[in-house]
């Protein structure tokens, strides 16, 4: 009788540490799962405003070369004698024209970016600034050719998540962007730094 209880304890013994075992090693699994999911999408938010920045970029630059030409076709039409002011006028109009899609191009950026961070995607505030300069009344700042004025060559914007940062990297003149993945624990941490306004 003995003999039999402490063979059933032994059983129990060691069905309880094959329990622990199996436990540790399902926890051990689903963690890395969770780590997993949360590096897919911390990529794939930084890949979506990779995507956004480059496309807006790609059409503001592609509006300020028109832009260019028609700011030298409107002092043509002002100095060479014999062109109309009527000519004069349309050109007016194409560069009102020109510049009010750039702002509508800029809206739409700005509200596809708080779109991804309704999406879950979580970005430095300095992503809302957009590419180029802006002026108190949050309108384009222009040079004299009318065209809109790069903010930096070189800027940086960080996306975050609990378990990673990611350092996007920025450059135009050609468009090019490079990234660096960062392991973080503490979201909290991270956004009271100072890294959320680089």
């Known amino acids: 009788m003995n003999e039999r209880g402490s063979t059933s304890f032994f059983g129990i013994c060691l069905l309880m540490i094959f329990s622990i075992i199996a436990l540790t090693v399902f926890s051990t699994q689903l963690n890395q799962s969770k780590i997993l999911q949360s590096k897919r999408a911390i990529l794939l938010c930084t ?117 990673y940062s990611i350092l996007n990297e920025y450059s135009v003149y050609p468009f090019h962007t490079s990234s660096k993945m960062k392991k973080e624990f503490i979201l909290s941490n991270l956004l009271s730094s100072q890294q959320l306004y680089l």
Request: proline fraction near 2%.
């Open 47 to 163: 890949k979506a405003l990779n995507g956004e920045t480059k496309l807006f970029i790609k059409k503001i630059e592609k509006i300020n070369k028109v832009l260019k030409l028609l700011k030298l076709g409107k002092i043509g039409a002002i100095l060479i004698p014999g062109i109309n002011l009527t000519t004069a006028q349309g050109v007016e109009y194409g560069i009102k024209t020109m510049k009010a899609i750039q702002e509508v191009q800029k809206v739409s950026y700005l509200k596809n970016i708080q779109s991804l961070m309704g999406k879950s995607c979580l970005f430095s505030l300095n992503s809302f600034k957009t590419p180029y300069k802006l002026k108190v009344n949050t309108l384009f700042e222009r040079n004299f050719y009318e065209q809109t004025i790069i903010r930096r060559k070189k800027w940086t914007v960080r996306t975050i998540n609990a378990n």
